[in-house]
């Protein structure tokens, strides 16, 4: 398989993700944001996870390192998960 047709198999995999959304990613990014205060979007990625669509949002907080990753439900707006990540330390 060459890159464009893999890239064009991932566009169009995405739009196939955005037709079953119901819930849209400027809702997802308000929901992420309610529930993890004074934080700035890094990331938003639709994503299917154990069979479920979800909108992934990536939520730093200065001046922590860390990523806070805070799963919205496309079709409920439920948060299904919330999970800190780690960013690796840079060495000086």
Do not use: Y
Not at 83 to 88: A, I, K, R
Request: proline share 3%.
């Amino acid at each position: 398989m060459s890159w464009t047709s893999l890239n064009l198999w991932a566009q169009e995999s995405e739009t196939e993700l955005l037709k079953q959304a119901r819930v849209t990613k400027h809702q997802a990014k308000k929901i992420a944001l309610a529930k993890v205060k004074r934080g700035a979007i890094k990331c938003v990625a639709l994503e299917k996870e154990n069979g479920v669509l979800i909108w992934s949002v990536d939520i730093a907080q200065p001046p922590k390192k860390d990523l806070t990753d805070v799963w919205v439900d496309a079709t409920t707006g439920k948060i299904t998960a919330i999970e800190v990540e780690t960013l690796p330390r840079r060495k000086k």
